[in-house]
């Protein structure tokens, strides 16, 4: 297959866009590959996990009559400041998580639904932390069913959770 940019050299890169259901293939050699990564694909505009980060960032300290603050906090340890965080979407040092973090806290929810991470277990090890993290869950829905106050639900899982408990306990042993 050649390059259907050029016609001259064999295709090696192979873009995929889907965009409304509606699919789009395009066969690149290296050379063209480099000059359409340079134009963005032609495709759509560049995204990286930097500006998605310093565009939710820049809202969060921006006011909303105004435009983003220019400088803000310090970093205390590395100088960076929240406009310049704001503008690049990377963190100076390990500190400005301490420095920054109650703002981060705030774009971490909005990006995973949580601040804190939970992770995964993998099926096959499980064992003790899969139970664990089963239990944390049960106590989470308990929690809902009784705001929600459906009693019977909550006592369902208190037993759940209990015969869990149970279990934890009797393999820590």
Known sequence: ?????????????HLTEIINNKKRT????????????????????QM????FL??????????????????????????LSEGQFAQSGLLGCGDCYRQF??????????IHGTSRHTGKVPERT????????????????????IGREEFEEAAKLRDQIRIMEKQLAGEGD
């Not at 310093?54 to 100088?79: D, R, W």
């Not at 499980?126 to 069913?145: H, Q």
């Open 54 to 79: 310093a565009g939710l960032f820049s809202n969060q300290i921006a006011s909303p009559f105004s435009t983003p603050v220019e400088q803000g906090e310090k970093c205390p340890s590395c100088g």
């Open 48 to 51: 990286n996990l930097h500006n």
């Open 1 to 13: 297959m050649s390059c259907e940019r050029c016609q001259e050299r064999p295709a090696v890169v």
């Open 126 to 145: 499980g064992g003790k932390v899969k139970l664990s993290k089963d239990i944390e869950r049960l106590k989470t829905r308990l929690r809902e069913v």
């Open 101 to 110: 973090g109650e703002r981060l806290d705030t774009v971490f929810r909005r």
């Open 26 to 45: 395009i066969h690149l050699c290296e050379q063209c590959a480099r000059e359409v990564q340079a134009e963005n694909f032609g495709l759509i505009p």
